[in-house]
């Protein structure tokens, strides 16, 4: 069964670290440019990049299934009021990772799949993180995969947070697409 989508801005107003209104106008002008809404949050001066890279961490945790949408959002209340990473919010708020909880992460099933390399990967979070722009389009721009293997990638990321796939099964595919998915250049 498909979950809802965990979107940004809904993170960022019912936590209080958003306006409405803010977030509507950063919509509008997202949808006008073509810009990603996270970006223009940050550009507009309605949020700190940190506050946005929290929204980020718990939108990719509340998506791996790692913590609630409720623990979620006062975590990135206090993370953005006190300029501390997500997870260190999750930890003052007294929750403990599982070690057993494994994330889909992209980044992560890229790098496991071999179709990056680990330090290709890091060079590549740290770009998404001082840009906000998302890893995928870091990876694209610098050729580290082409566009039917990100595609490939995202589905299969899907398919392990929905639980339709397994995520040693999601890598195993991963690892493949290079070998069965090229884009004829023309």
């Known amino acids: ?11 960022l107003t019912a936590a209080g670290v ?8 950063a919509v509008q002008i997202a949808t006008d440019t073509g810009q990603l ?5 940050v550009m507009s001066g309605y949020l700190s990049k940190h506050a946005l890279q929290v929204a980020l961490n718990a939108q990719s945790l509340i998506r791996d299934k790692v913590v609630t949408a409720d623990l979620a ?14 997870e260190e ?3 003052q708020l007294g929750w403990v990772r599982k070690k057993e909880v494994v994330t889909a992460k992209l980044g992560e099933l890229l790098s496991a799949a071999g179709v990056i390399e680990p330090e290709e990967l890091k060079k590549a ?3 998404s993180e001082e840009t906000g722009q998302p890893l995928g389009s870091i990876l694209l721009k610098s050729k580290a ?3 039917a293997v990100l595609l490939f990638a995202l589905d299969q990321q899907a398919a392990v947070r ?18 069965t998915l090229k884009i004829s250049s023309s």
Do not use: H, Y
Not at 18 to 25: A, I, P
Not at 162 to 176: M, T
């Open 162 to 179: 929905d639980g339709i796939v397994s995520r040693e099964d999601a890598i195993r595919l991963i690892a493949s697409a290079p070998k």
């Open 89 to 91: 919010a999750l930890e």
């Open 18 to 25: 958003l306006r409405r209104e803010d977030l509507n106008e």
């Open 1 to 11: 069964m498909e979950s809802k989508p965990v979107r940004l801005g809904e993170l």
């Open 37 to 41: 809404i996270g970006k223009v949050l």
């Open 73 to 86: 959002l006062v975590a990135i209340a206090v993370a953005s009021n006190q300029e501390i990473a997500f």
């Open 125 to 127: 979070l740290k770009t």
């Open 145 to 147: 995969i082409d566009d």
